[in-house]
Every structure is written in C-alpha cells, then in structure tokens.
C-alpha cells in the first residue's frame, strides 16, 4: 500500500487567503519577487529539474505556465528553447525582463493559442491556484485545465506541472483527473518525499504519439 504523505501547509498561504494570483500579486509584491535572488535561484533550479524529465528537440516551442516575472522562461531561453510565458496575474508580468520572450496575460484554463501549438509545457508553482478547497470547484477547474493542455501539446508532447497540493486526498485527486485522458500517460515524481518543507511534486505526462 503506498504511503500517505504528510503536508505542513500554512491555511494563511496567499492560495487559501486570496483565491486568485491576480489578487494576491500586487504591484509592490511583484516588484519584490521581480528583486528577490532567493526566488529567481528557486524558480531556475525547479525549472532546471522540470527539463530533466523531458525531450525537447532544437526547434520545439514549450509554453511556460504561469510564467510571472519569467525566471524560469529566463532559463528556457538561456538553454536555447523557444519559449512563451503566460500568466494570469499583469503585474507579474509587467516586472518581467523582454529580452527572455514573448509574456502574454491568460488564465492557464483558457489558453489563447491555437490546437496542438506546443511540444512541451512546463509550470511551477501556478497549478495550486486552480486547487479550489471546494471540491466541486476543484475538481470543474482541474478537468478544464487538462483539456487545455491536451489541445495545446502537439502528439508525443509533454507536460510537466510542478505543483504544491494542500492534502494527500488533493494529490490524488489531480492524478484521478489527469487519468480521466486516454491520451495522456504520467506519473509523479517526488523530490524529498518524506520532508513536508523541502518536498518537491511533479506530474510528469506525456501525450499518446498519434493522438490529436
């Protein structure tokens, strides 16, 4: 039987406290996270971690799911991977730097981009956001959000959430939704497994070749 983990989750982090990204990152907090060498050195290394899982030929374009200021398109861009940020909070975006590309406002369960357009997405720290504590928001917002990522990644493409589930029951939850898409096969993968404070979860997809 596998082990239930345990989590050590603040009820007053912004995701309980707030609701939205959009309400939460103000322009001052934006500013700060923009200047905070500890979240750029954060943001990279669990970028850096999302890439080990996946292939990605030269030519590939991978969307970068809820981007905010762009340190983790800034690595994408520095490995030499086309690469286009989205995220719903502006102000997020508005502190980031031009040069690591293109940075468009949306919210990651209606993606303003055209059937099968990537071969990879990578998001850390964004899906918690849509991990309602109602269950039937959750679970309405998790099935939207699969869909998307299915119509946006080309066939053979992959997905790579890493995410901060508030429960062992929530953690299950995404897996139960995520399999409810034939095309799609995954597991996750956790990093620290049994530290509450340093643990690292990421789902890892990839979407059948052939289908569309």
Known sequence: MARELRFNIDPDRPEEEYGSPSAYYTAERSAYYAHSNSMRQMQRKMTAR???FIEIDPD??????????????????EAGI???????AWEMLSQGRH???PRICADMTVLPFRTLSFDAVI?????QWVLSEDPNLRNAALGVLVRELERSLLPGGSAVMQFYPRTDHILKEVKEVFATVENFQGQ???????????????????KRSGAC
């Open 50 to 52: 999302a890439l080990e």
């Open 60 to 77: 590939a374009w991978v969307l970068d799911l809820g981007c905010g200021t762009g340190f983790g398109q800034e690595l994408l861009v």
């Open 82 to 88: 086309h690469v286009i940020g989205v995220d719903v």
């Open 99 to 101: 040069e690591n590309g």
């Open 123 to 127: 998001s850390v720290s964004a899906m």
């Open 188 to 206: 996750f993968v956790i990093d620290n497994p049994l530290s509450p404070k340093k643990r690292k979860i990421y789902l890892v997809v990839v």
